[in-house]
């Protein structure tokens, strides 16, 4: 191992350390890890005062995600079980049928597995199939590289999220309050760790998210002025901002989907992240907000029925295939009035939480 690979082999050993290629999933591992790494070269061409990151696998088979902090370096681990998991969804939603039927040719495509769509709908009796995720990878060639598209769109948001808790100092601030500590992504069950004032946690959530949609547009815009950068099958489905957002939303709401479980009212106020369900709603309304201004942009009203409508055919879909009704609970959880009254909280504890940044933010933090 390298000097860097060792350090975060030692950082996070007692979460199972760095995860060695050793199955035939190494491709996609390798993939993964090369994206994210991409991800910030790009940004650090024009910003190159940010620290450098290192990111890597650890051999974990919970899906998690961790940005911690050691000396002045700062590393990025990503669980082995969070990147196989993103993989399965994926491409199991890409071989159901009824997902985006006007997409290559359905005729081809398996039927999904009932069992595996029943635990999705929730995270905490999510097991890992005992089949390999390429069995159930889509038939036809435009859906198998399109699922490959919308799950790099997923693993990105993670990547830029942890990267958001580095840039704006909030790793730094988590530190000078704690010691020694990293920012843990997936809520655990019986969490009995010291942590930070919750709220403060929350709002840190919040503006990492924030980050990471913004980002996420620039990729989109990137995708849309230049379609040669998509094999020609997939550049139908960035060719303008209503497809492309289309397929963002079905990355990232899938993403908060899977931790849905956690979508519940009571002991909200202590936990670190905010229900995710409030999460997904925050992360549409920064992204709409942040095509304000660019080219060929529809009206955000438009772009917001179409994000609704999106995150409904997802639940459509998985109601479907369980065989269940579908279940919009996730959709609406955070309209409820004590739901969209805690996310104007956060929002406007931004104020309060902004000056404890600023000692350790590497980059001008967001208004
Ligand atoms: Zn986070």
């Given amino acids: 191992m390298t000097p860097l690979e060792s350090e975060f082999d030692l950082?996070?050993?007692n979460k199972g350390g760095r995860y060695i290629n050793r199955n035939s999933d190494i491709q996609?591992?390798?993939w993964s890890l090369a994206s994210s790494r991409i991800l910030i070269a790009w940004i650090r061409r024009t910003e190159a005062h940010l620290p450098e990151p290192y990111i890597d696998i650890i051999d974990n088979i919970e899906p998690n995600a961790f940005a911690?902090?050691?000396g002045s370096k700062y590393f990025?681990?990503?669980t082995y079980g969070a990147i196989v998991i993103f993989q399965d969804i994926f491409y199991r939603m890409y071989s159901s049928k009824i997902f985006l039927a006007d997409v290559g040719e359905q005729v081809k495509e398996v039927d999904a597995d009932e069992k595996f769509f029943l635990r999705l709908t929730h995270m905490a009796q999510f097991a890992l199939p005992d089949d390999?995720?390429?069995k159930s990878s889509p038939i036809n060639d435009i859906r198998f590289f399109l699922s490959f598209q919308i799950m790099k769109m997923a693993f990105e948001f993670l990547v830029w999220h942890e990267f958001a808790h580095i840039i704006y100092g909030h790793l730094g601030f988590v530190h000078s309050v704690l010691g020694s500590f990293e920012i843990r992504e997936m809520k655990r069950e019986k969490e009995t760790r010291k942590w930070i004032d919750p709220l403060i946690s929350q709002t840190l959530e919040v503006k990492a998210d924030s980050y990471a949609a913004i980002r996420g547009m620039d990729i989109l815009e990137i995708l849309i002025s230049n379609p040669g950068m998509l094999s020609p099958g997939l550049r139908p489905y960035f060719n303008d901002w209503s497809v492309a957002l289309k397929m963002w939303v079905f990355a990232t709401y899938t993403f908060?989907?899977?931790?849905?479980?956690?979508?519940?009212?009571?002991g909200m106020k202590k936990a670190s992240h905010p229900p995710p369900s409030v999460r997904s709603h925050l992360v549409l309304a920064v992204a709409i907000s942040a095509l304000d201004g660019r080219n060929n942009v529809p009206p955000s009203r438009i772009l917001s029925k179409l994000c609704v409508t999106a995150a409904a055919e997802i639940e459509m879909v998985f109601g479907e295939i369980s065989q269940n009704v579908p279940d919009f609970t996730h959709l609406i959880f955070s309209t409820q009035d004590e739901i969209s009254e805690h996310a104007l909280f956060l929002g406007k504890h931004w104020n309060?939480?902004?000056?404890?940044l600023q000692p350790f933010t590497f980059s001008p933090l967001p208004e």
């Fill in 11 to 13: 950082i996070f050993k």
């Fill in 28 to 30: 996609d591992l390798a």
């Fill in 68 to 70: 911690t902090k050691s």
């Fill in 76 to 78: 990025i681990g990503i």
């Fill in 132 to 134: 390999p995720p390429t």
């Fill in 256 to 266: 908060f989907r899977l931790f849905s479980n956690q979508n519940i009212a009571t």
């Fill in 352 to 356: 309060n939480v902004m000056p404890l």
